[in-house]
């Protein structure tokens, strides 16, 4: 077998690798995306539902505060109070 005959197969060979490695790194390559939308689409679901629950807490707040003022303020006291023994 000449040298030029085992050149040539080394670097046959060392193309194939190449080709294996640059296969599988686009491979990771896609499954890496794919994770990151899926990824990004439940942050994104997610933080929807929690805005929408915020809003309603915060809502319902308002809505206890002006029907009973007197008694919201005494329990903010009461919970501050607590709070500053705690600390």
């Keep these: 077998m000449s040298a030029d005959a085992t ?3 080394a670097k ?3 193309s194939a690798g190449a080709d294996s490695v640059e296969g599988a790194i686009n491979d ?3 499954k890496a995306t794919e994770v990151t939308r ?3 689409e439940t942050a994104s679901e997610l ?3 929690h805005r929408d629950a915020v809003a309603e807490a915060l809502q ?5 505060i002006r029907a009973r003022p ?5 329990v903010v006291a009461a919970v501050a ?3 500053g023994k705690l600390s």
């Design 38 to 40: 899926k990824a990004k």
């Design 81 to 83: 109070y607590l709070w």
């Design 47 to 49: 933080i929807d539902e």
């Design 28 to 30: 990771a390559a896609s």
């Design 70 to 74: 007197i008694t919201s303020v005494a």
């Design 12 to 14: 046959d060979a060392v």
């Design 7 to 9: 050149a040539g197969k």
């Design 60 to 64: 319902s707040a308002t809505e206890t």
